[in-house]
C-alpha cells in the first residue's frame, strides 16, 4: 500500500460527492464507492437484533439483494464482521465462505457475486453495521483497492455519526474533511455522557457532536472541556 | 547488576509466557508499558502503532496517565516518536534541551513536565510497525542495559502484533492493528462509563477494569465491552476486583 493511499483515497471521495445525486447521502456513498473502489455493488447494513440487520443503502438492486439474502437466512459477511468487528475477505465466494455460510454462498453465486469484501462499520463498543463490498469476478482487492475500501469504510461510520447526530446535510462535505474519530477524548466522554444519560454509546456521541456543533466548537474541543468537567454541566 | 538482570529476566519469561497462551494485543500492549514503567522507573510509558491510514496510534498507555494523554496524541506527524516511526532507529533525549530540536512539538513535551525519553522502534524486517515510547519527569542518562530492556519489551510487542498470522501480510498486519484500534476505543469508552458509575477518576477506573481482566481472565476487550453492553456494572466489577 502506498504511503497516504488511504488519506488520498479519502479526499478523492469527497472531492467526488457533488457528481452523485440522491436525496440519501449514504446512497451517495455506495455508488461513489462501486465507482472508485470500483466493485459491482455496495451496500451498508445497520445490525437490528444479534442475526438481523437491515439494508440502509446500497449502489444498485444487487446490494439490497445480497442484504436481504443475508437477513433472510441468518448467515453471511456482514452478520459475521458485525458479531467479531474483524473484516472478512472473500476472493473465491464458493471455497472460501461456503464452509462459514453455505446457505448464503450458493444464493449469492446464483446472483453473479464471486467475490465479497465486508467491512465493520464501528467506532470501539458503537456497533454501527457493516459495509459490504461484492464483485462478479473472483480475485483479491488491489492495494489501492484496499486503500479506497478503507477510506469509505471510514466514511461510511463518520456519515453515519453525523446523520444520527441531526446536523444538516449541507454540511457534511465540510465536516467529513477531516476523521476525528481516534481522539481519545472523544471516547471518554462518549463513555461520561453514555452513563450519565443512561442513553446508547452512539446516541451519546451523537448529542456530543449536535451540542459542539450548536456552541460552534470542534468536537475534540468539546470532548476535551466535557471529560475535564466529568460530564457536569455539559449538555 | 544481578538484581536489575534478576528483575528484568523475571519480566521477560512472564511476557513470553503470556504470548505462548492465546492473548489480545491490547492486553499484550497494556502489560508491555507497565513493564516499561516498572523495569526503567518511568512517569509515562505506551506502545504506538501505525494504522491503516499511516498514522501513529496510542494503543496502551500506563503512568501518570493525565500527562500521558498530551505526549500520546499530538505525535502523529512530528516529534520523537514520529521521528523513530520514520527512520526505524531507537531516539534518546536525555535532558530538557535536547527536546529543542522538536521546535514546536519539544516545547509542549517539556511544558508537560517532562525532562527526558526514549522512543524504541517495532520492526519487522524493514517495516516499522510502531514505537514504545518511554519518558521522565527528570533528567535521565540510560545504560546500555536498561535501553536493550525497552528494545526488547518492543521487540515483543512487534512479535504480539504479527504472531497471529502464520505469514503475515501488510493488509493482514494492518487488520490486527485495526482490531486492535478499536480495542483501545472501546477500553477507553467502558473506563469513563465506569468512573461515572463508581464516581472516581478515570485512572482508577483503568486500573480497576484491568484488575478485574486479570482477576477474571478475560482480555481487556472483552471485559470493556460487557461494561459498554451494560452486562458488567461497577458494583459488579468491585465485587470480584476489590480495590
Known amino acids: 500500500m502506498n504511503d497516504e493511499s488511504v488519506n488520498d483515497s479519502r479526499r478523492r471521495f469527497l472531492a467526488a460527492l457533488n457528481a452523485v445525486e440522491s436525496e440519501s ?14 466493485a459491482d455493488s ?60 453455505p446457505l448464503f454462498a450458493n444464493r449469492a453465486q446464483s446472483l453473479g457475486v464471486a467475490a465479497v469484501f465486508s467491512f465493520p462499520i464501528q467506532v470501539g463498543g458503537i456497533r454501527l453495521g457493516a459495509l459490504t463490498l461484492l464483485k462478479s469476478e473472483e480475485g483479491e482487492l488491489g492495494d489501492s483497492e484496499n486503500a479506497s475500501a478503507i477510506a469509505l469504510n471510514d466514511l461510511c461510520a463518520d456519515a453515519i455519526l453525523l446523520l444520527q447526530s441531526g446536523l444538516p446535510m449541507e454540511t457534511f462535505p465540510d465536516l467529513l474533511q477531516g476523521s476525528d474519530l481516534h481522539q481519545p477524548k472523544i471516547h471518554q466522554a462518549t463513555g461520561i455522557i453514555a452513563q450519565s444519560l443512561e442513553c446508547s454509546m452512539s446516541v451519546a456521541l451523537a448529542l456530543l457532536r449536535a451540542r459542539a456543533f450548536r456552541l460552534d466548537m470542534s468536537l475534540k474541543e ?14 | 547488576m544481578s538484581t536489575q538482570r534478576d528483575e528484568l529476566a523475571r519480566h521477560m519469561i512472564e511476557i513470553v509466557d503470556g504470548l505462548v497462551d492465546e492473548f489480545d494485543f491490547i492486553d499484550l500492549a497494556h502489560e508491555l508499558a507497565s513493564k516499561s514503567i516498572q523495569l526503567l522507573d518511568a512517569t509515562v510509558a505506551g506502545v504506538m ?35 523513530c516511526r520514520m527512520t526505524g532507529k531507537a531516539i534518546k533525549l536525555n535532558n530538557s534541551q535536547d527536546f529543542a530540536q522538536w521546535g514546536e512539538i519539544g516545547t509542549r513535551i517539556v511544558n508537560l513536565g517532562f525532562e527526558s525519553m526514549l522512543v ?43 504472531q497471529r498470522a502464520a505469514m503475515p501480510d501488510r493488509r493482514e498486519l494492518a487488520e490486527q492493528v485495526e482490531f486492535a484500534v478499536q480495542g483501545r476505543i472501546l477500553i477507553e469508552q467502558a473506563k469513563c462509563m465506569l468512573a461515572v458509575q463508581g464516581s472516581f477518576t478515570v485512572d482508577e477506573a483503568s486500573a480497576l477494569l484491568v484488575l478485574y481482566a486479570n482477576h477474571t481472565n478475560e482480555f481487556l476487550r472483552v471485559a470493556a465491552q460487557k461494561v459498554v453492553d451494560r452486562e458488567l456494572s461497577y458494583d459488579e466489577l468491585s465485587s470480584v476486583a476489590p480495590r
Not at chain 1, 83 to 95: C, Q
Not at chain 1, 229 to 235: A, H, I, R, T
Request: hydrophobic share 50%; with cysteine.
Open chain 1, 42 to 101: 455496495v451496500v451498508i447494513v445497520a445490525p437490528a437484533g444479534e442475526t438481523i440487520i437491515s439494508p440502509i443503502a446500497a449502489s444498485n438492486q444487487l446490494g439490497f439483494d445480497v442484504a436481504n439474502l443475508e437477513l433472510d437466512l441468518g448467515e453471511g459477511p456482514s452478520l459475521e464482521v458485525i458479531k467479531t468487528g474483524k473484516p472478512m475477505r472473500f476472493a473465491d465466494l464458493p471455497t472460501q465462505l461456503a464452509p462459514i455460510a
Open chain 1, 25 to 38: 447521502f449514504l446512497t451517495r456513498l455506495c455508488v461513489l464507492g462501486e465507482k472508485l473502489v470500483p
Open chain 2, 49 to 83: 502503532v501505525v494504522d491503516a491510514r499511516n498514522e501513529l496510534r496510542s494503543l496502551a498507555v500506563d503512568g501518570d496517565l493525565e500527562l500521558a494523554d498530551g505526549i500520546f496524541e499530538f505525535q502523529t506527524f512530528a516529534g520523537p516518536a514520529f521521528d
Open chain 2, 120 to 162: 524504541v522502534p517495532m520492526r519487522m524486517r524493514a517495516q516499522v510497525l510502531g514505537v514504545v515510547q518511554i519518558a521522565w519527569t527528570h533528567p535521565s542518562d540510560l545504560s546500555v542495559t536498561e535501553i536493550q530492556a525497552a528494545q526488547m519489551l518492543a521487540d515483543f510487542a512487534t512479535i504480539g502484533l504479527v
Open chain 1, 222 to 235: 468539546y470532548c476535551a472541556l466535557v471529560v475535564s468537567q466529568g460530564g457536569q454541566n455539559v449538555l
